[in-house]
């Protein structure tokens, strides 16, 4: 980073900055892409691109777009979110089918957007089929889809396919280089060249047309080209983890399988009941640091940065927790 050559990205000038966005777009299979301050403001774009202001986007409940973006879709886009709640925890066409807004009807907005994420939030994977039987019918109806790929590559290793797989059933993609690719800031919105185009000028209007970035694109480029690659360490040390609280047998796990790097855990004990914040206190005494419990569930989430030795001296610590709260 302190080496990049840098330049005026709003005018395009910064080569370490055009470097990122050409290898992004290269790897994830799009003709374009473009260097965003965070996920959030990926996501929000997107919106803000594709939509006409008063149009209706239709996606999950549980969302990152509708639980964790601060109701931006009302402020920057001025859409309307259409919330499904699925039965599998990702949508399929069958329940996105009866939502979509059909013919003139002086009532009802225009779908302008159907948004899907993969991985999701919750930490499980959504078939590749799915989203296939999701865009064909969407393209057919001339309905874009956005993906929040946030973790498109945890999501790709589970499925065995490459990023590019995933990424090739929607018309634009947002993806972190932070997170699991470690990056300090910043994401990446692909997409074609004429959605790119109309982003970047949606970027400028958003605060995001910064000056020499080409400092965080350097880290961005070791996030996709060298952490991308180990991903699957990160998979495992989150197994491990979840293994420890299986052998407990007092705790829920979902997904029940763990599929990327995250997973959720909460007391199924009556006797435990309501304690998963204590827990959480307990953890973060001997330096386990997690989110304070949301909807009833911890969720535990692995990376570059924790290695294999601390997760193995989890099971003790877990232990040592758990007495703790029920002295």
């Known amino acids: 980073m302190y080496e990049a050559e840098v330049g005026d990205d709003v005018l395009h000038e910064d080569p370490t900055i055009n470097a990122l966005e050409a290898y992004a777009a290269e790897l994830i299979g799009k003709e374009s892409a473009l260097f965003v301050p965070s996920g959030t403001f990926g996501n929000q774009l997107a919106l803000f691109a594709h939509c006409k202001r008063g149009s209706e986007v239709i996606l999950s409940e549980q969302s990152h777009i509708v639980q964790h973006e601060t109701g931006a879709a009302a402020i920057i886009a001025g859409v309307q979110l259409r919330t499904l709640s699925p039965v599998h925890g990702f949508l399929t066409w069958k329940e996105i089918d009866p939502h979509i807004r059909r013919g003139e009807d002086i009532h009802y907005p225009e779908t302008g957007l159907i948004a899907l994420e993969n991985a999701l939030s919750n930490g499980d994977v959504m078939p590749s089929e799915e989203m296939k039987g999701i865009f064909d019918h969407a393209r057919e109806l001339e309905i874009p889809i956005h993906l929040d790929g946030a973790r498109i590559f945890n999501a790709a290793l589970y499925l065995g396919v490459e990023a590019s797989v995933i990424a090739g059933l929607s018309h634009s993609v947002m993806f ?152």
């Open 176 to 327: 972190c280089l932070s997170k699991g690719l470690c990056a300090p800031v910043g994401s990446m919105l692909a997409g074609d060249r004429d959605f790119i185009r109309k982003a970047r000028k949606g970027r400028k209007i958003m605060g995001g047309g910064m000056r020499q970035a080409g400092f965080l694109a350097a880290a961005g480029l070791i996030s996709l080209k060298k952490m991308v690659h180990r991903l699957h360490e990160d998979r495992q040390k989150a197994d491990i983890l979840a293994k420890v609280f299986r052998k407990l047998r007092i705790f829920e796990i979902k997904p029940e399988e763990v599929k990327i790097n995250m997973f959720f855990v909460r007391f199924k004990c009556d006797s435990y009941a309501g304690l998963e914040n204590s827990l959480a206190e307990a953890l973060k005494k001997h330096n386990v640091l997690i989110y304070p419990r949301m909807g009833g569930w911890l969720r535990f989430v692995t990376h570059h940065d924790i290695s294999f030795e601390e997760v193995e001296m989890f099971g003790g610590i877990l232990e040592e927790s758990m007495a703790e709260i029920t002295i």
